[in-house]
Structure formats: structure tokens, C-alpha cells
């Protein structure tokens, strides 16, 4: 019978199991097979791997290769050998890498075509006999599980396919030196693969290896500014899906002093992945981390205008309306009469598919000068405006368009009940005229992004889904097809 403690550890297990399945990332970085390809590529320039390839100990292995339980073989090869001086590889090019989903939906095939020129002297010719090697190395990525850190990507099962296995003469000599030419092809190719699986497949993986570090420093190396705030990410997990790789990220929210204010390690509500369309990668970030960068961004503040100066003809149609009210609250109002912007709470905003739009409180208070203590009244305003996200670059931009005010209360007057299209002419025209700008200041430098750059991308692209913002490259892209020595 299970004890206590059993249950306990099950019931845990449970619960874990549970809230994996029902939250979600709150943020996903998808890359496709272009960056896979240009990222590995790179880094296998980096690792200097045509070098290996010119490198490999062709003559020695083929002389070390066991014949068998026959020594005829032995003797025959030997022979042969005799009459080359020397042997390697004088050119080593890495061609375009293939990255494809393997027959497992949860890992990545990747080919890497090798195309090199080998050639030996003999005393039988005075130029150097050359021929052509073609082989493909192939690689599985997959998740690593078993390590008792986090979850995380590796390379593995590196050998070469026999299909790809290709050696052949490039130039035609004597029947003699052909003869010998064939014969030492004929003993490289069961050589072949076993070099390039113990000198490049090491070069491989830790070239992969080092990819994959450099993706998750992508990740949380440049944190996003949001005014005097800051947006940061953390991997949660990484995941393959078809033929490419999603890190799930977490993200938080720090204030000037570097101080977490909120925490987004997961969502609630599911974060749908939208398919690429042939883009080299997506950034997707869900609905309630653009809501926070955006109230990161505008934050409630208090403004003071002196009305006469900046609106003088809503000045003097007010001080009209309000002189049929109360002559002597109208004799008040002078040319520093004054109104007061506050904006209260941080905004709201709604997002759907392809339109968003952004909503506030404001309570706007008519002073009659700049000396007066209290406000002759005060309008509490809900206004609201069309939100539209466009990119400049590497940047994100948001803009609000035509602020409407779709509730307008009277909250106190000392003047009196007075007309409603007074106070709907202050209600539309203050914001548009006041607010608008200082707002389209606030947003006018941007959000960069630089996991754009970063991936290689001059510029990037928006575009709103029901779950939250998408950013794609903007820009045609070109990989490097090879590497080359």
C-alpha cells in the first residue's frame, strides 16, 4: 500500500502537470530554417571547420585501416601505397545547409554537404593526381531532457549518409597512374566517414552548441527601454516544431532603479503561434506584455495650459458660455485663466485581430486664473483613440489617432448646471489640441527591438493578432551558401 508520502509526491507531480498544460509563454522567438542555416554556417566558420577538412589524415588512416583476417589484402594495400608520396585534401568547401523536420515532429534533421578536391604524388607522373570527394554530414537536433538542468537543445547522431558518398577522378592520366588513382579512391571511401564522423562531427557540435548560446543571449543580452523603464526575457524552454525552433519565453518589467514591478512568466490565455509563411523567424509577444509596455510608456501625469495663449478661441467662446451662466464667474476669467490635464490610472488597451485601441480617464479642471485655489468646474472624460503599431527600422512605433471623448460627465461646478455642448467642446477640442502631442512626443522615439539586428535584419514589420503582437522581418534576406577555404 503507498504511503502518505506517496500521495503527496503524486499529488504534487499532478498539480505540476497541470498548470504546464493550462499556461502558456508570454512570449514565443520562432526561427526558421534560413536563420538555423545562417547561424550554423557562421558558426562553423568560426570553428574553422574547411580547415579540419583540409586537415584530415587521409594517407595515415588508409595505411591504419585493418585488413581483415587476410593478409593478401594487407600486402596489396601496402603495395599500393607504396607508390604514393603523399595524400590530402588541397580544397574543403561546406555547402548550403539543409535544416528539415525528421520523421520525429520533435527534432530537426540537419544536412551538411562537404565538397572537397584531394590529390596524391607519385613518382609515376610529375603533376599531382586529383580527385573530387562529396559526402554530407547529417546531424539530429532534439531536446535534452535527461540533464538535471533545464530543458535545452543539443546536436547529436553525426555521421555521414552513404548515398551522398561520391569519389571520382578529375583528370585522366596513363593507364597506370589511373589504375592507381582507383585503387587508392576505392580505399577511401569506407575511410571517409569515419573521418569526418571523429574529426568535424566534435567541429559540428560544438559549432551548434555555440549557435544555440549565442540564441539565448540573444534573448536576455539587450533588455527593451520603455521610457525610463525596461522590458527583459528569459527562456522558459525551447521546442521544435515542424522544421523550427521556438523559445518560450518569460518576460518582467523593471523601473529606473532596476527593481522588478511585474513578472510575465506565463499566461493565463493560450499564445497562439501563427505558421511563418517562408519568413526567417517571428517574435511574437502575447496581450498583456504590449498592454504593460504601453502603460510603461505612458504613465498618468498632470499638465497645466494657460488657455489664453495656446486656445484663444476656446478661450473666449468659454468665457461667452459661462457669462450667460454667471456674469460674475465670467468677469473672472482673465488671461491667466488656466486648465488642468490629469490623466488618471495608466490607459487601457484592447487588441484584436488587425486593430487595437487605447482608452483613459481624464479629468480636466478650468481655473479662472493662476492664482485661484480651486476650479470654477471639472469634467471627467473617457476618452479613447485608435491605436495603430507601425515600424521605423528596428524600432516599434505606436501611434494614437483622433482622440474622441465617448462619455463626458460634469463632476462639480461653482458656476452652475450649463450646457452640454460646452462641455463637449472642451471635451473634444483640449485633448486633440493638448494631449495629442504630448503623447505623440512620448511616442515618437520608438520601442527598439533588437532581436532584429541581432538575427541580422535591418528593418522588421508588425502586425496585431487576437493574442498579441507579431514582428517579422521586412526585408528579403539573403544566407551565405557556403563556407569555404
Not at 583476417?69 to 607504396?82: E, F, M, R
Not at 555555440?210 to 527601454?225: C, E, F, T
Not at 461646478?413 to 460646452?422: D, E, H, N, V
Request: hydrophobic share 45%.
Amino acid at each position: 500500500m503507498a504511503g502518505p508520502w506517496t500521495f503527496t509526491l503524486l499529488c504534487g507531480l499532478l498539480a505540476t502537470t497541470l498548470i504546464q498544460a493550462t499556461l502558456s509563454p508570454t512570449a514565443v522567438l520562432v526561427l526558421g530554417p534560413k536563420v538555423i542555416k545562417e547561424k550554423l554556417t557562421q558558426e562553423l566558420k568560426d570553428h574553422n571547420a574547411t580547415s579540419i577538412l583540409q586537415q584530415l589524415p587521409l594517407l595515415g588512416t588508409i595505411r591504419e585501416q585493418p585488413a581483415g583476417d587476410i593478409p593478401v589484402l594487407g600486402s596489396v594495400v601496402n603495395t599500393i601505397l607504396k607508390y604514393v608520396i603523399w595524400l590530402k585534401v588541397t580544397t574543403a568547401n561546406i555547402l548550403q545547409l539543409q535544416v528539415k523536420p525528421s520523421a520525429n515532429d520533435k527534432e530537426l534533421l540537419v544536412k551538411i554537404p562537404l565538397d572537397m578536391v584531394a590529390g596524391f604524388n607519385t613518382p609515376l607522373v610529375k603533376t599531382i593526381v586529383e580527385f573530387h570527394m562529396e559526402t554530407e554530414a547529417q546531424a539530429i537536433v532534439r531536446m535534452d531532457t535527461s540533464a538535471s538542468g533545464p530543458t535545452r537543445l543539443v546536436l547529436s547522431d553525426c555521421a555521414t549518409s552513404d548515398e551522398s558518398l561520391r569519389v571520382q577522378l578529375l583528370h585522366k592520366f596513363s593507364f597506370l597512374v589511373n589504375t592507381l588513382a582507383k585503387e587508392v579512391m576505392n580505399l577511401l571511401v569506407p575511410a571517409l566517414p569515419n573521418l569526418v564522423k571523429n574529426q568535424l562531427c566534435p567541429v559540428i557540435k560544438a559549432s551548434f552548441n555555440g549557435m544555440y548560446a549565442d540564441l539565448l543571449q540573444l534573448v536576455k543580452a539587450v533588455p527593451i527601454s520603455l521610457s525610463t523603464d525596461r522590458l527583459e526575457f528569459d527562456l522558459l524552454s525551447p521546442a521544435i516544431k515542424g522544421d523550427t525552433i521556438q523559445l518560450y519565453l518569460g518576460a518582467k518589467l523593471l523601473d529606473s532603479q532596476g527593481k522588478v514591478t511585474k513578472w510575465f512568466n506565463n499566461s493565463a490565455a493560450s499564445l497562439a503561434v501563427p505558421s511563418l509563411d517562408n519568413a526567417p523567424f517571428s517574435f511574437i509577444v502575447s496581450q498583456d506584455v504590449v498592454k504593460a509596455a504601453m502603460a510603461a510608456m505612458l504613465p498618468p501625469e498632470e499638465f497645466i495650459v494657460l488657455l489664453d495663449s495656446v486656445l484663444p478661441e476656446i478661450a473666449r467662446r468659454l468665457k461667452s458660455s459661462i457669462g450667460l451662466i454667471n456674469e460674475k464667474a465670467a468677469d473672472k476669467l482673465g488671461s491667466t485663466q488656466i486648465v488642468k490635464i490629469l490623466t488618471q490610472d495608466t490607459p487601457e488597451f484592447f487588441m484584436d485581430q488587425g486593430h487595437a485601441r487605447v482608452a483613459q480617464l481624464i479629468v480636466l479642471e478650468v481655473f479662472a486664473s493662476s492664482e485661484a485655489l480651486r476650479p470654477l468646474f471639472t469634467l471627467g472624460i473617457e476618452a479613447s483613440s485608435e491605436a495603430q503599431f507601425y515600424t521605423k527600422g528596428d524600432e516599434l512605433i505606436l501611434n494614437l489617432n483622433n482622440i474622441s471623448s465617448d462619455r463626458i460627465q460634469l463632476m462639480n461646478s461653482g458656476i452652475g448646471w450649463f450646457q452640454a455642448q460646452i462641455r463637449r467642446c472642451l471635451a473634444q477640442s483640449v485633448p486633440n489640441t493638448l494631449i495629442q502631442p504630448q503623447v505623440e512626443c512620448k511616442l515618437r522615439s520608438g520601442v527598439p527591438v533588437s532581436v532584429v539586428k541581432a538575427l541580422g535584419f535591418k528593418a522588421a514589420e508588425s502586425s496585431l493578432t487576437k493574442d498579441g503582437l507579431v514582428l517579422t522581418p521586412a526585408s528579403l534576406w539573403k544566407p551565405s551558401s557556403t563556407v569555404s577555404q
